[in-house]
C-alpha cells in the first residue's frame, strides 16, 4: 500500500481469502474454490493438458473460475505459505480503479458463495459498523459505561483486524481507528456491484467495457 486509498481493499481482500475456503482441518492448505490472480503457478504440461485460460474465456473473474474447472478435472489446488516473499500492488492507478475492479468482483463473488460465508460476511461488517454507531451513541446520550466498553471494543476490535489484515497485505495502521469506514465504502462498493448487474450498467475495466 503506497497511498491511502489502497487501504479500501482491507474488507474485499480479507473477504477473497476466506472465500477460498482453505483451513479445513483434513487439509489446511488445499481448497477448491477458485484461485487467486496474482499468485498462480501451474506446469507448462498440465496447463496445456486441461485446456488453461480457454476454459474460461468468457469469464469475468477468470482466475477463480479457472480454479473451479481444474478441480472438476481432477487437479488439485494447494494454497502455498509464502512468508512476505511476494508483494505486488492492487491498483496503483486511482481510486476509480480499485472501486471498479472490486465492483466487477463483488456480485460474482457474493452469488457463488455459501449460505454460511454470506453469514459470516454480514456479521464481519455489521460488527465493524455497529461498534461505531454503539459507541456514538452512548457519547452522545452520556452513558459513560458503555461509551467505555465500547471503546475497549472499538480498540479491540480494531486491533484484530489489523492484525489479520497483515497477513494479507500491508495495510495501513490507521486501520485500527477507521476501520468502519472501510467497511462502509465495502459496503458502498457492493451496492454499486449490485445495481450494475441488475440493471446492466457500464462497467469500463483497463480501457474496454464488460458486462456482469
Avoid at 27 to 40: A, M, Q, R, V
Avoid at 155 to 176: A, E
Wanted: glycine residues 8%; contains cysteine.
Amino acid at each position: 500500500m503506497e497511498r491511502f486509498y489502497e487501504n479500501l481493499s482491507l474488507y474485499p481482500n480479507l473477504i477473497a481469502i476466506l472465500g477460498l475456503r482453505a483451513g479445513k482441518k483434513s487439509e489446511p492448505f488445499s481448497t477448491d474454490n477458485g484461485l487467486y490472480g496474482p499468485c498462480i503457478m501451474i506446469s507448462k504440461d498440465l496447463y496445456i493438458k486441461t485446456g488453461g485460460h480457454k476454459l474460461v474465456g468468457n469469464s469475468i473473474i477468470e482466475d477463480v473460475d479457472l480454479g473451479i474447472k481444474l478441480v472438476q478435472k481432477g487437479v488439485k489446488i494447494t494454497i502455498v505459505p509464502h512468508n512476505n516473499l511476494i508483494h505486488f500492488r492492487m491498483y496503483p492507478e486511482g481510486v476509480m480503479t480499485l472501486i471498479d475492479g472490486w465492483t466487477k468482483n463483488m456480485s460474482l463473488g457474493a452469488a457463488r458463495s455459501k449460505p454460511q460465508e454470506l453469514i459470516i460476511i454480514t456479521a464481519i461488517i455489521s460488527f465493524s459498523v455497529g461498534i461505531f454507531n454503539s459507541l456514538i451513541r452512548s457519547f452522545n446520550q452520556k452513558d459513560f459505561i458503555l461509551l467505555s466498553l465500547y471503546s475497549v471494543m472499538y480498540i479491540f476490535y480494531g486491533l484484530f483486524l489489523f492484525i489479520v489484515s497483515r497477513k494479507v497485505g500491508r495495510f495501513s495502521p490507521t486501520t485500527i481507528v477507521l476501520y468502519p469506514f472501510f467497511a462502509m465504502a465495502f459496503t458502498l462498493i457492493f451496492i454499486r456491484s449490485i445495481l450494475v448487474k441488475i440493471f446492466r450498467l457500464k462497467l469500463y475495466w483497463r480501457g474496454r467495457q464488460i458486462k456482469i
